[in-house]
């Protein structure tokens, strides 16, 4: 007997035979499918570890050290981000960002003073205005601006940019 599962497309019921993962309705899913796993791969194997600082920088990520520190910062800012909070509004946040980026000092990397929690919509902010602010990034080159360590005047900036 064949080994059998159901379609993969959101609300689909058909049953499929394995090793397919849609039925002939949904056929056309499976492309974009490995086409986002090949783009997944890499972005996590090439474009993450361009560089030798870059992929010590992301291997940190992975240490228990880090693991510990994240979950103090996110336990000190009781998950609310710490931006929204510094515009008067609550937002849950479970994303624990570098206010001076890693890639700007690798000496603030472990220090709890450096880093806030923030909501994704406010993260994804702040990087585009680090990308301008110090040149940090893949195709930027660094500006040689002086590092900002208060949440409050960043969100200043970043709303000043907007």
Not at 106 to 117: D, E, S
């Amino acid at each position: 007997m064949p080994r059998v599962h159901r379609c993969r497309a959101l609300g689909c019921h058909n049953v499929v035979e394995w090793p397919a993962r849609y039925c002939a309705q949904h056929k056309s899913l499976e492309a974009t499918a490995d086409e986002k796993k090949r783009d997944y791969w890499k972005y996590n194997h090439i474009t993450r570890n361009r560089s030798v600082s870059k992929r010590e920088q992301y291997k940190f990520y992975k240490t228990q050290q880090w693991k510990h520190l994240r979950q103090l910062v996110l336990d000190r800012d009781y998950y609310l981000c710490q931006y929204c909070k510094a515009r008067g509004r609550l937002t849950q946040g479970n994303i624990v960002d570098h206010a001076v980026p890693i890639e700007i000092d690798q000496g603030l990397a472990t220090i709890a003073g450096n880093l806030a929690t923030i909501c994704t919509d406010c993260h994804r902010k702040k990087t585009a205005w680090e990308q301008s602010y110090y040149g940090s990034g893949q195709t930027n080159s660094r500006t040689g601006l002086p590092e900002i360590h208060d949440v409050k005047r960043i969100v200043e900036l970043i709303d000043h940019q907007q």
